[in-house]
């Protein structure tokens, strides 16, 4: 028998099937609900770090109206919408790092360029071009063309970055039939989840450290997955329209459109995974301080290396605790405030508990104001 089985997995029809078994393929199947109450998503999903797909989400959302037509992308309604804005898109043909190529244009460019990819029959040498990371909410913002699903309501780092006037983890999504997104796992340890406005996606998603079974000689991930070696455990799910997926922390997944796709995710953390996202931070930073070890004895060692892991993990750990506070505070007075529900009372000890445990122990004069934090929560813990 073969070490490792080739698939064309952004085929539709790849499905786990006896014969795959036999091969010693490990396909999972990612358990598909229909509006679960909140507890069964939280107990069973976000506290286990598992996946799910939760359909009829999004069905009364407007752009679940208005964006498409017939189940295609409306182009003529987006054009005329949006047409202005400057949008990043990536060339799914050309490698760039472990993404692809990026350039931009505005947006009614990109649906001209989407129509004509879309009827052209032979698309040889045309370029085939994904519009991923729009941040349409934050550009438009009176537009309520969704609403942030309320198993998916908790989310903190939204919370502080919009409340802030900072970049937020809101994205737009819109590709042509073949577009895809390489094997990743999500910024930061975060969270995602993804619901499909129009069209067909398929996701191949890997529990952590399942992709140590994918490192080649080299020590690396492969941009994209060709062979799934025997033994490997994966799930594959077909995301139809209405279809929200929510995709855990350090799970490694690939993305394939499998017809012209719109969808909306977000990133996001909360009280269930801020573990994983400053594990992840301190992991980045002492990858950096390892690589510049040879400069440890430099004055301002500590100052360059939050600047690079700014830069290569997206916050560095004064940002992080500048969050973490934020939360707290919010959640201090919102406990004050709730002394008579037990219910949002028990939440809120829960997010405390969580916050607590990741607020850095203060040292320096200018933690202060974490220790007063950390104190309060304490008192408030002890009750
Ligand atoms: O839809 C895609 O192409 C990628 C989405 C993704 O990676 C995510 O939501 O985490
Ligand atoms: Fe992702």
Same mark, same amino acid.
């Given at each position: 028998m073969k070490d490792s089985f080739a698939n064309d997995l952004s085929d539709p029809n790849f499905q786990a099937n006896s014969s795959d078994k036999d091969c010693g393929l490990n396909q999972d199947v990612v358990p598909v609900m229909k509006s679960p109450p909140y507890e069964t998503f939280f107990q069973y999903h976000m506290m286990r770090n598992l996946p799910c797909l939760i359909q009829r989400v999004g069905r009364e959302w407007k752009s679940t109206k208005a964006w498409c037509k017939n189940g295609v992308p409306n182009f003529e309604y987006l054009k005329n919408k949006y047409g202005e804005s400057v949008i990043t898109v990536y060339h799914c043909d050309e490698k760039f790092f472990d993404s692809h190529k990026t350039s931009t244009m505005k947006f009614k460019e990109y649906v001209d360029y989407w129509k004509e990819y879309s009827a052209a029959e032979d698309k040889k040498g045309m370029e085939l071009l994904y519009l991923k990371d729009w941040h349409l909410k934050n550009e438009y913002k009176d537009d309520d063309f969704y609403e942030v699903p309320q198993y998916f309501s908790s989310d903190w780092l939204n919370e502080y970055l919009i409340a802030n006037s900072k970049d937020d983890?809101?994205?737009?999504?819109?590709?042509?039939?073949?577009?895809?997104?390489?094997?990743?796992?999500?910024?930061?340890?975060?969270?995602?989840?993804?619901?499909? &406005?129009?069209? $067909?996606? +398929?996701? %191949?998603?890997?529990?952590?450290?399942?992709?140590?079974?994918?490192?080649?000689?080299?020590?690396?991930?492969?941009?994209? &997955?060709?062979? $799934?070696? +025997?033994? %490997?455990?994966?799930?594959?799910?077909m995301q139809h329209p209405g279809d929200a997926l929510f995709v855990p922390s350090k799970w490694?997944?690939?993305?394939?459109?499998?017809?012209?796709?719109?969808s909306i995710n977000h990133n996001w953390v909360n009280a269930t995974n801020i573990h994983h996202m400053k594990s992840n931070i301190l992991q980045g930073l002492m990858e950096i301080q390892k690589e510049l070890q040879h400069l440890s004895s430099d004055e301002n060692f500590h100052t360059e290396c939050q600047k690079i892991l700014k830069c290569h993990v997206g916050i560095n750990c004064r940002d992080f605790n500048e969050f973490i506070s934020f939360i707290a505070s919010r959640r201090i007075q919102g406990y004050e405030k709730n002394l008579d529900n037990v219910h949002v009372k028990t939440m809120l000890v829960y997010e405390l508990e969580q916050i607590q445990k990741v607020l850095t122990q203060g040292t320096s004069k200018e933690d202060e104001e974490l220790e007063e934090l950390r104190t309060q929560i304490e008192s408030i813990l002890n009750c």
């Open positions: 983890y809101r994205f737009v999504y819109m590709g042509p039939t073949g577009s895809w997104t390489p094997l990743h796992k999500d910024v930061m340890d975060t969270f995602s989840w993804s619901v499909n &406005i129009c069209g $067909l996606k +398929k996701w %191949i998603l890997f529990p952590p450290g399942q992709e140590t079974h994918l490192i080649n000689e080299f020590g690396q991930l492969p941009h994209s &997955i060709e062979h $799934l070696p +025997k033994n %490997i455990k994966y799930f594959i799910v490694y997944h690939q993305v394939w459109n499998l017809a012209d796709t719109i």
